[in-house]
């Protein structure tokens, strides 16, 4: 079947006019800002990707696929989502566009999928068309399936080589995050067909699944290019304190559990390492814990204090963290939006140049921040 394109929208979807304006100007340390109220009627939304016609793809957790454009949210969801195991954290996640969108069409979800008996986080390539997403096939499953709800990852990102990055969590079964036949606690990496790059670090290491570029990470909730020197950026929660905000290099171990900051959640100890001989130290670790969620550099005009920043949501802080680096050292931070939006899941930086925002709750919204 012929796949129809995409017509090119004459109004930008990030320009047009259907938005609630707060009249008040907030502060920063380098910017004075606005909020402005995109929506507010997405359901448990997840993540945002821009389309090369100004539109936005949503992802809401429960399963649904929502498109933002001329203004608005469109009142249907897009045909085509893969089934979505729902409960807890899992439902639908990420959602990434191939480097070469804007010619084959194709993109990416993480969500959870499989059955009472066990699921796992899995990626989904699939083709955009105006009535949905066609041509669904998965090209990766974070296995062994397991049980429960909880530190599921995920995000997707693609580097400068056209490789993809795809972070799992450890399922809240913390040893898993050491075992190199096991996915959980890792980050990923794919060629875009799902098969496996022949540089993998632990391509022909026996006993160690030859996706796996990084290990020891618990539950890694955002992934960033960096735009200068093109390496993965992560962040991930910690148990009870602990959050991290690290560098991913190949074959790395990131210490966890045999590494960490934190304590379980009942107060019990779970280390007393903070550091190990051959496992990466992290540049910033949040004590107590922020709940680091969606990762973004800054590198537009607009707002010209803030170009080079790291942004991330803090979901247990009720603001988004805006972090200055020193090339590659951690250097300071401030919160922004302090108790004004809860939950803030995911943060990007538009193609205009500003700063979007969704917050997971059952009446969550959509954000941008716009210069004062």
Same mark, same amino acid.
């Given at each position: 079947?012929?796949?129809?394109?995409?017509?090119?929208?004459?109004?930008?979807?990030?320009?047009?006019?259907?938005?609630?304006?707060?009249?008040?100007?907030? =502060?920063?340390?380098?910017?004075?800002?606005?909020?402005?109220?995109?929506?507010?009627?997405?359901?448990?939304?997840?993540?945002?990707?821009?389309?090369?016609?100004?539109?936005?793809?949503?992802?809401?957790?429960?399963?649904?696929?929502?498109?933002?454009?001329?203004?608005?949210?469109?009142?249907?969801?897009?045909?085509?989502?893969?089934?979505?195991?729902?409960?807890? /954290?899992?439902?639908?996640?990420?959602?990434?566009?191939?480097?070469?969108?804007?010619?084959?069409?194709?993109?990416?979800?993480?969500?959870?999928?499989?059955?009472?008996?066990?699921?796992?986080?899995?990626?989904?390539?699939?083709?955009?068309?105006?009535?949905?997403?066609?041509?669904?096939?998965?090209?990766?499953?974070?296995?062994?399936?397991?049980?429960?709800?909880?530190?599921?990852?995920?995000?997707?990102?693609?580097?400068?080589?056209?490789?993809?990055?795809?972070?799992?969590?450890?399922?809240?079964?913390?040893?898993?995050? /050491?075992?190199?036949?096991?996915?959980?606690?890792?980050?990923?990496?794919?060629?875009?067909?799902?098969?496996?790059?022949?540089?993998?670090?632990?391509?022909? =290491?026996?006993?160690?699944?030859?996706?796996?570029?990084?290990?020891?990470?618990?539950?890694?909730?955002?992934?960033?290019?960096?735009?200068?020197?093109? =390496?993965?950026?992560?962040?991930?929660?910690?148990?009870?304190?602990?959050?991290?905000?690290?560098?991913?290099?190949?074959?790395?171990?990131?210490?966890?559990?045999?590494?960490?900051?934190?304590?379980?959640?009942?107060?019990?100890?779970?280390?007393?390492?903070?550091?190990?001989?051959?496992?990466?130290?992290?540049?910033?670790?949040?004590?107590?814990?922020?709940?680091?969620?969606?990762?973004?550099?800054?590198?537009?005009?607009?707002?010209?204090?803030?170009?080079?920043?790291?942004?991330?949501?803090?979901?247990?802080?009720?603001?988004?963290?805006?972090?200055?680096?020193?090339?590659?050292?951690?250097?300071?931070?401030?919160?922004?939006?302090?108790?004004?939006?809860?939950?803030?899941?995911?943060?990007? /930086?538009?193609?205009?140049?500003?700063?979007?925002?969704?917050?997971?709750?059952?009446?969550?919204?959509?954000?941008?921040?716009?210069?004062?």
């Amino acid at each position: 079947m012929q796949r129809r394109r995409f017509v090119l929208a004459t109004t930008s979807a990030l320009a047009a006019p259907a938005v609630v304006r707060a009249q008040e100007t907030l =502060k920063s340390a380098k910017a004075a800002y606005r909020l402005v109220t995109l929506s507010r009627d997405l359901v448990q939304p997840w993540s945002i990707a821009f389309l090369p016609d100004g539109r936005m793809l949503i992802t809401e957790r429960p399963g649904r696929l929502r498109v933002f454009a001329n203004g608005r949210l469109e009142p249907r969801a897009l045909a085509g989502v893969p089934q979505v195991r729902t409960g807890g /954290q899992a439902g639908l996640l990420d959602v990434c566009l191939h480097p070469n969108f804007a010619q084959n069409r194709t993109l990416y979800l993480s969500y959870i999928s499989g059955d009472s008996s066990g699921t796992a986080t899995t990626v989904a390539r699939t083709e955009l068309d105006d009535g949905g997403l066609g041509n669904v096939k998965v090209i990766f499953e974070a296995l062994p399936r397991g049980q429960g709800s909880l530190n599921l990852g995920s995000r997707i990102v693609f580097d400068r080589a056209g490789l993809m990055y795809v972070s799992v969590g450890d399922r809240f079964q913390m040893q898993r995050a /050491q075992d190199l036949g096991d996915f959980a606690g890792k980050v990923v990496r794919l060629r875009d067909d799902g098969s496996v790059p022949p540089d993998n670090p632990f391509v022909g =290491k026996a006993g160690a699944r030859p996706e796996i570029f990084t290990w020891g990470n618990r539950n890694p909730q955002g992934l960033a290019l960096h735009p200068e020197t093109g =390496k993965v950026w992560e962040v991930e929660h910690g148990p009870r304190g602990g959050d991290e905000l690290n560098i991913l290099r190949a074959g790395a171990n990131y210490g966890w559990p045999l590494v960490t900051y934190g304590v379980n959640y009942d107060g019990s100890k779970i280390t007393d390492n903070r550091s190990l001989p051959g496992m990466e130290d992290a540049l910033r670790t949040w004590v107590p814990s922020i709940s680091p969620c969606g990762l973004a550099f800054y590198t537009a005009d607009k707002f010209p204090g803030w170009k080079g920043s790291l942004f991330t949501g803090a979901l247990s802080n009720y603001a988004l963290f805006r972090i200055e680096l020193n090339s590659e050292r951690y250097r300071s931070e401030e919160r922004l939006l302090v108790d004004r939006l809860p939950y803030i899941r995911d943060v990007r /930086q538009g193609p205009d140049g500003l700063i979007y925002l969704v917050t997971q709750s059952d009446d969550g919204g959509l954000f941008r921040l716009e210069p004062a």
